[in-house]
């Protein structure tokens, strides 16, 4: 079964950091694209970054701030994110698609983690 189980949210205050893990089983990652994607209550779930074989990217927002890394022995993907922003709280999923390149749109996605609560504020 093909899973990913997202950790390490929580509730920091502004300007401070936050290290995300998002363990993969079923599959190595090898093959596929993880992205970390976020949503707020009431908004549209957005694209934060991504990593795959071929490159990585992030979102506009979070450049000079989130840094996306991969272990594929660990089959584990990380979003070290710092100085963060009460605009950065949201609920933060990791995804995986069947692509070396990556993308932050939602829709290339297949298999959804259950998300990590991030809250900043002081």
């Known amino acids: 079964q093909l899973q990913l189980v997202e950790s390490g949210g929580g509730l920091v205050q502004p300007g401070g950091s936050l290290k995300l893990s998002c363990a993969v089983s079923?599959?190595?990652?090898?093959?596929?694209?993880i992205g970390w994607f976020r949503q707020a209550p009431g908004k549209e779930r957005e694209g934060v970054s991504c990593?795959?074989?071929?490159?990585?990217n992030y979102a506009d927002s979070v450049k000079g701030r989130f840094t996306i890394s991969r272990d594929n022995v660990k089959n584990t993907v990380y979003l070290q994110m710092n100085s963060l922003k009460p605009e950065d709280t949201a609920r933060y999923y990791c995804?995986?698609?069947?692509?070396?390149?990556?993308?932050?749109?939602?829709?290339?996605?297949?298999?959804w983690g259950q998300g990590t609560q991030v809250t900043v504020s002081s």
């Open positions: 079923g599959f190595t990652l090898d093959y596929y694209s």
């Open positions: 995804a995986a698609a069947l692509s070396f390149s990556c993308s932050t749109v939602v829709s290339s996605y297949d298999y």
């Open positions: 990593i795959g074989r071929r490159g990585i």
